[in-house]
């Protein structure tokens, strides 16, 4: 990738953005605090570990990656400049950024690169660690170039380094420490447009413009701050009334979205979510009974009408998912196994499998003991509402549902150590099968204690096998032929229940604009953000 590439695709950036924002062209003004809304304090700030979307979504304006990628998924430049790839594939040069410095005033060169890469990401992150197995070596022949030799050819490779899934760290502050317990982990040191200045837990986190950021003339804001507010009425009245100038949908119920729709006073852009492309799931913990039990589990998902569930608990957002991989990724199937809504077939399955109704309308088991399952909640809108109606719906086949209500660490907690039997759960599918549903479904990534892992314990040779071929495959009509061939076999093994391919927004003041310039959104940095003065 030459300079001439790189000044168009950030021209073509510019555009869409204001394509999608509806701004005028080169209308952006410098100054404002960009105020925006979390539901509860992150889990941590620093991405390296493997937390959930609520430490991206700060982060990434804090950390960078060596790329950016449009939300046509095509990567573009962020600490790495440019780029170019050997003719047999197996050899990667990235040409860093000038005069690039850390938050503390050091200086980034390679070094920070091949250490991030080389030692500790696949050190604390085991997504991390499975999309650099094909690494060779990464060397730094001189401070602002990077080489990275695999020993072979991965088709997805360029795909791997978003500062939200690949951050590059200082290699100055972590290098020879304990990563989990480094005191900058709680005071997070980064190369972002954003410097990291103070966490009430509870109450707000606040971000500042990073003076000496390597882009000249970015970022465009002063501060970001995220306010925390534990209630979901209350962070949609804040955006309403304007103390809250941006939030995601993940932020706000199906009903203040329907609203807001409506009244047409907000930007609702569903651009921007792109790479993480989520779903929405119950993942099952397939280690103890009735879990193991394919009937059982084929039961539990023909007795979910997951048209109701869009419909009446999603507000009409999203796509009904037809499997592991999401609609919207690269090399998905619509033609697999179906489970549709009939609990008549739920029935005949569980009696298949020895179960007996009593007189109450529940089952029991061979050994008269009741067929029940505990339902691990991911807190937030709307899935309290999902798991009454999971209780209710799997009670009319007999089935006694446990709900288990927790806040976010420990529900982190639970689904790492694998202290579930059901959970709610959503999943991102990081713009490619070999990188997102492989860290989920490969036997390989079964590791207790690891978020993001494939947690439910759901193991198949021939779905290895499959992944591994696929992850080595350059022909991308081949590739294809291997990923439908996985897709239908997970289906029909029922590691999960695939609800929805979330519809995610970004929901704005008309007053702000270039939040959403990525495949990011409001999971990306943030630097061409900017208020009307």
């Not at 860093?96 to 992150?125: E, I, R």
């Not at 209780?391 to 089935?399: F, M, P, S």
């Amino acid at each position: 990738m030459n300079g001439n590439t790189k000044s168009l695709l950030r021209f073509a950036s510019v555009l869409a953005v204001c394509a999608l924002t509806s701004a005028p062209l080169l209308a952006q003004t410098h100054g404002g605090n960009l105020v925006t809304v979390m539901r509860g304090d992150p889990k941590g700030l620093i991405p390296a570990f493997p937390h959930g979307g609520d430490t991206r979504i700060v982060a990434a304006k804090i950390f960078e990656g060596l790329l950016n990628y449009t939300s046509d998924l095509e990567p573009i430049p962020a600490l790495a400049k440019s780029w170019e790839v050997s003719e047999d594939g197996t050899v990667y040069t990235f040409h860093l950024q000038s005069g690039v410095k850390w938050h503390d005033g050091a200086d980034f060169s390679s070094a920070d690169v091949v250490f991030s890469l080389g030692t500790m990401l696949p050190a604390v992150n085991a997504a991390a660690e499975q999309s650099l197995q094909n690494v060779k070596s990464i060397e730094a022949p001189d401070a602002e170039t990077v080489v990275i030799t695999l020993d072979q050819p991965v088709p997805y490779f360029l795909m791997l380094f978003p500062g939200q899934q690949m951050p590059i760290m200082p290699k100055h502050i972590y290098e020879g420490t304990d990563y989990a317990n480094n005191p900058a982990n709680a005071a997070p040191v980064g190369t972002g447009p954003f410097r990291f200045v103070t966490w009430e837990r509870g109450s707000y986190l606040r971000l500042e413009r990073n003076a000496d950021y390597w882009d000249a003339d970015l970022p465009y804001l002063d501060a970001v701050t995220y306010r925390i507010m534990p209630d979901a009425a209350s962070r949609g009245i804040a955006l309403e009334t304007g103390d809250v100038q941006v939030a995601s949908s993940l932020e706000l119920s199906s009903s203040d979205i329907s609203r807001m729709r409506k009244d047409g006073v907000l930007e609702l852009n569903p651009a921007g979510w792109e790479y993480f492309a989520s779903q929405s799931l119950l993942s099952i913990n397939m280690r103890t009974a009735p879990m193991d039990n394919l009937d059982f589990r084929r039961a539990l998902y023909h007795a979910v009408d997951r048209q109701f569930v869009r419909d009446h608990i999603w507000g009409g957002l999203g796509k009904l998912s037809a499997g592991p991989v999401s609609a919207s990724t690269k090399y998905f199937t619509a033609d697999l196994p179906g489970y549709d809504f009939n609990v008549e077939t739920a029935n005949a399955l569980l009696d298949e499998m020895g179960t007996t109704l009593g007189a109450d309308g529940m089952r029991v088991d061979a050994a008269g003991n009741p067929l029940r399952v505990g339902l691990l909640i991911l807190p937030g809108e709307p899935y309290g509402r999902l798991a009454e109606y999971l209780r209710e719906a799997w009670r009319k086949i007999g089935v006694e549902t446990e709900l288990q209500t927790v806040d976010l660490a420990n529900w982190y907690d639970r689904m790492s150590n694998w202290n579930y039997d059901i959970a709610i759960a959503a999943l991102g599918q990081f713009a490619d099968p070999g990188i997102g549903s492989r860290s989920y479904y490969h036997s390989d990534n079964i590791r207790k204690g690891v978020m993001f892992s494939n947690m439910g314990g759901y193991a198949n040779p021939e779905v290895d096998a499959l992944y591994d071929e696929a992850g080595m495959e350059m022909d991308p009509a081949k590739r294809a032929d291997l990923y439908a061939r996985i897709q239908t076999k997970i289906v029909e093994d029922v590691p999960a229940i695939w609800l929805l391919d979330l519809e995610r927004l970004t929901i704005s003041h008309k007053s702000v604009h270039g939040v959403v310039t990525d495949a990011f959104g409001p999971w990306g940095s943030w630097r061409e953000a900017y208020i009307d003065q």
